[in-house]
């Protein structure tokens, strides 16, 4: 096996193109043998393959330098750049992440998670290189999902004035995460359509020299490409047409279910995970907003290239017809629209990762929030049960969202508080709201809920007890259940996360020594400090629990939360502490 | 005159085509009267006079909607939709904001203030009626130093796709505040010169429909081809030639000069306005970086189209030459492109104003902290003494910095504090490093500030008193001083808005009664109610002050500052009613 051998780069440049052809085989089988039986990004990596073996082939990483868009199609740079052992050996499969990352090897320069960033993070490597006296190549790699992105064209535009050695891949498998949505798609399919030669050519529009190659599978065209663009001076963008998910039928035919997957058995591609047939919140999600459709013409879905997120897999897409808009990756421009339409009488709603929606801070402050328009938006993953790579964690939107005026913010503990804040949102016409979906599983209490919503900041008294009071949101609601009823404590569901219910806080002092809020999310910026704060020049003890300001990598939720200090046992025994101390 | 009668665009619609050139001529005479004693965005409007006639004489508004970028250049506009006495009158000048207002007039349909907007609220309207079977006309008005901002691009993107009749008006006159900086401008100007009809044209790549109008204050060309693409069903895009300043002299030849201004005299221009001789941050940061550059070619100072906010107008971005990099109105990249240079092993310094540094949110957090890579931010106007628009409001940086890990944000309190700071931030290599400017003047102490800032969140005490402590950051800090002096407190200057100083706060409850914080912005989120938060399990009390959340426009400081309870004499009493209480 020639991968077996392969420690770094240079151990490819001595290959012959014959043997080129059988790495890319061999890293194809390693790439299926490792996701088949840990899942990932499989439809990105498997269209990366032999232009990653061609990079190596020709450019010197990592004095060059590659940057990746997302990172999540690097798992072949990955195996050629010394970190080959996590992909033959299931013992270190979890020696890497799934994302460049700067801890791990030399050749990676960022760690990346979100889309569009790449041509800004390599035109500031060139500006560097430029600056100090360096020679060596940048490139940068984009697929044609995330040029879609507003970063992406920051970047391109002063790449292109930048006027400095710099090359730019875009590698077009023409998909997203789902299928591409933006007018610049059907100029990518003209350029794919007439092999780089049609009129109108966006990126020598923006003053970029240009290169296409058909087929980005063919090592001897993409080698060739590449020692003719090696060592420019000038901005160019080589544009590749690959296919993604290339090798592997089912990848190839349903794209995007095979984006990122589960694991799965070969060569079938059947998953090995049962889920059985449990309740999801994207599925009731989309069935329920589904039907508002069917009632209201004016009911619209949002989606910023991510469908999945919201439930919203391809036939139900197709049902909402007009009524659902994916905007493509443009975090910026979705809140804007759903202002937009919110003014004309629309009801919008965003349905958004947590993570992702940081893209829109300003959007939702001035686009939004200064205009105080009802748009509802639907944050998924918002938790420490959400994604745990760095790059996608959910653990500041109730600081980023809680803190710009006008928005409301809800964080449903179960089913039926979870539909009765959106079916309000839905109708009320007084301000943009924001519901945190539960991330800890589909919940029912079987009590219907009834809370007047439009009365803000109301928290909800759900067991009385003595000397301390609980205050846990969201999904950490359960948990403050637990603690509450162990130290005979009084329980409270906040249900806001925006804001604070002054008359019932200003009343605790006279019944209890100590309040506890359970925050899902970190502490600084968050809820808790927000009663904390008000609590100040009250005779009453506070502490707040949540994640501390970090970045935690990969993590495992049950150690991160003890970290904090965050579990029945700990929290019980501060408060048992705490309690017992006099004022 | 013709203006007085105009009350309504109805009245304009009666008028002949000599009528409508004398109108022109009075709204540009009207605007100079008004903009020369009361200053304001001179260039944007002088040169928006025969569009914003045209408009109102072919299109129905408000059942036509008119959507304005940034809408710093709505004042005929407003002038000819029922608001001309706060033009006309110099009673009325503050009748109108300088901004589109929905309050204002139900010609206009949001509070806008940023750029870049338009054409994604335009999209948003444009669904909105779709959706409910409506037939009006959308226009976004787009300045061309607008578009280099992503969230425009991604609005072109989408609009492209969605197919729906919407016209963009490109109000071309080849300036964003100072220069425009983009590949895009390249294009632009070839389709300037070839009047429309060059090959490559970045609006048809994105699959718009387009019109050129060589003279953009030529009415007849304007009306004709606002009728022609009146009631499109497709997007289209009308590129409009005008200059900048058009009809007065001085603001024609220096147009960067002339965006905005002061009060001045006609028709000289001379400034009405006499500053003195006193220092401005301004211009001892350009004065410094400019020194800093000489020594150290590493150095490299970023702006995101407003390089007068650093002041580096253009005889200092001549000296600075590659070292300074003006990206174009562009945010996001400008913060990627930083951390990209520093990673390279630049050292990038980004001046920007707190408002707009909204845009960056995630980019500050996934492409900065994450990487940890040393860079320095400079913030201008985060303070209440910043601008006092609701769409520029300097009140939430803390909020947002000071929540994102990895981040030491900064506060001096004087000239000196302040370039110690500079100068740590610019040699060290451990952490992204953002300085908020101080906003209240020029202070120096005259004593050299040897902090040793590596120390992280290490606070400063200044005074040493009894009873209360008061922690008072940056531009508050003076009145930190008085509060104190007048009570006999212990008084501290934080210096770190991001991080608290445990073992000094563990101390207090030993010596103290009372923690008072004074905040130079939102309370909600801030390092306030981060210290509150820290004591709320000690034996002494907090009270925190600062700016309610919320979005208060055109502010008169000492009231905002009084509604909010922030004043020497409301503290003094509060801090003397808050320590005769025992807990």
């Given at each position: 096996m020639i991968l077996e051998k392969i420690n770094s780069p240079e151990d490819i440049k001595?290959?012959?193109?014959?043997?080129?052809?059988?790495?890319?085989?061999?890293?194809?089988?390693?790439?299926l043998s490792k996701l088949s039986n840990h899942g990932g990004h499989i439809g990105p990596n498997l269209g990366?393959?032999?232009?990653?073996?061609?990079?190596?082939?020709?450019?010197?990483?990592?004095?060059d330098k590659i940057v990746y868009d997302v990172s999540h199609q690097s798992y072949t740079h990955k195996m050629l750049t010394g970190r080959k052992d996590a992909f033959?050996?299931?013992?270190?499969?979890?020696?890497?992440?799934?994302?460049?990352?700067?801890?791990e090897s030399p050749h990676d320069f960022f760690n990346i998670?979100?889309?569009?960033?790449?041509?800004?993070?390599?035109?500031?490597?060139?500006?560097?290189?430029?600056?100090?006296?360096?020679?060596?190549n940048i490139i940068a790699i984009i697929g044609d999902g995330s040029?879609?992105?507003?970063?992406?064209?920051?970047?391109?535009?002063?790449?292109?004035?930048?006027?400095?050695?710099?090359?730019?891949?875009?590698?077009?498998?023409?998909?997203?995460?789902?299928?591409?949505?933006?007018?610049?798609?059907?100029?990518?399919?003209?350029?794919?359509?007439?092999?780089?030669?049609?009129?109108?050519?966006?990126?020598?529009?923006?003053?970029?020299?240009?290169?296409?190659v058909k087929d980005g599978h063919d090592l001897k065209e993409l080698i060739d490409v590449f020692q003719e663009v090696k060592d420019t001076t000038k901005p160019v963008v080589v544009h590749?047409?690959?296919?993604?998910?290339?090798?592997?039928?089912?990848?190839?035919?349903?794209k995007e279910q095979w984006h990122w997957n589960f694991p799965f058995e070969?060569?079938?591609?059947?998953?090995?995970?049962?889920?059985?047939?449990?309740?999801?919140?994207?599925?009731?999600?989309?069935?329920?907003?589904?039907?508002?459709?069917?009632?209201?013409?004016?009911?619209?879905?949002?989606?910023?290239?991510?469908?999945?997120?919201?439930?919203?897999?391809?036939?139900r897409r197709d049902e909402a017809g007009k009524q659902f808009v994916d905007v493509g990756i443009a975090e910026e421009h979705a809140v804007a629209l759903a202002s937009g339409i919110s003014k004309r009488g629309g009801t919008p709603v965003y349905g958004v990762v947590s993570s992702f929606l940081q893209r829109t801070y300003d959007q939702v402050s001035q686009d939004l929030c200064i205009n105080n328009n009802p748009v509802t938006f639907l944050v998924f993953g918002g938790s420490v049960f959400g994604m745990s790579d760095v790059t996608h964690l959910g653990l500041f939107d109730i600081a980023m969202l809680g803190n710009i005026p006008n928005l409301v913010y809800l964080s449903p503990t179960?089913?039926?508080?979870?539909?009765?804040?959106?079916?309000?949102?839905?109708?009320?016409?007084?301000?943009?709201?924001?519901?945190?979906?539960?991330?800890?599983?589909?919940?029912?209490?079987?009590?219907?809920?009834?809370?007047?919503?439009?009365?803000?900041?109301?928290?909800?008294?759900?067991?009385?007890?003595?000397?301390?009071?609980?205050?846990?949101?969201?999904?950490?609601?359960?948990?403050?259940?637990?603690?509450?009823?162990?130290?005979?404590?009084?329980?409270?569901?906040?249900?806001?996360?925006?804001?604070?219910?002054?008359?019932?806080?200003?009343?605790?002092?006279?019944?209890?020594?100590?309040?506890?809020?359970?925050?899902?999310?970190i502490i600084e910026g968050g809820y808790g400090q927000k009663i904390a704060s008000f609590l100040g020049t009250y005779d009453i003890k506070v502490k707040n629990y949540g994640i501390r300001k970090s970045f935690p990598d990969c993590y495992v939720v049950e150690e991160l939360l003890k970290e904090n200090g965050i579990s029945v046992e700990q929290v019980v025994e501060d408060i048992r502490s705490l309690v017992k101390q006099k004022r």
């Open positions: 001595v290959l012959s193109m014959e043997q080129l052809k059988i790495l890319s085989d061999e890293v194809r089988t390693t790439l990366m393959v032999e232009m990653t073996v061609a990079l190596h082939y020709v450019f010197q990483s990592p004095a033959l050996n299931p013992d270190h499969y979890e020696d890497v992440t799934g994302y460049t990352n700067p801890e998670g979100h889309t569009s960033t790449s041509v800004s993070l390599a035109c500031g490597l060139a500006k560097g290189r430029d600056l100090t006296g360096g020679t060596e040029l879609s992105g507003g970063e992406a064209y920051e970047g391109l535009n002063n790449l292109a004035e930048a006027g400095t050695g710099t090359i730019v891949i875009v590698n077009d498998n023409d998909m997203s995460i789902a299928e591409n949505h933006g007018g610049l798609y059907q100029n990518l399919r003209a350029l794919r359509e007439s092999e780089g030669k049609c009129e109108c050519n966006f990126f020598k529009a923006l003053g970029f020299d240009y290169r296409f590749i047409h690959t296919i993604k998910g290339k090798g592997f039928a089912p990848a190839e035919n349903d070969m060569p079938s591609g059947q998953s090995k995970m049962h889920f059985g047939d449990g309740e999801s919140y994207e599925d009731l999600t989309a069935e329920y907003l589904l039907k508002k459709m069917k009632e209201d013409e004016k009911v619209v879905v949002i989606s910023s290239g991510t469908p999945g997120v919201i439930g919203f897999h391809k036939a179960c089913k039926e508080e979870y539909f009765a804040m959106l079916k309000w949102s839905m109708t009320q016409r007084e301000h943009p709201v924001a519901i945190r979906v539960p991330a800890n599983g589909v919940i029912s209490t079987g009590i219907e809920d009834t809370t007047d919503y439009s009365s803000l900041n109301k928290y909800q008294v759900t067991r009385t007890g003595k000397d301390v009071v609980v205050i846990a949101a969201g999904s950490f609601y359960q948990m403050g259940q637990q603690i509450a009823e162990q130290v005979d404590g009084t329980l409270i569901n906040p249900k806001f996360v925006s804001g604070i219910d002054e008359e019932l806080l200003k009343g605790l002092e006279k019944d209890y020594k100590l309040v506890i809020v359970l925050e899902d999310g």
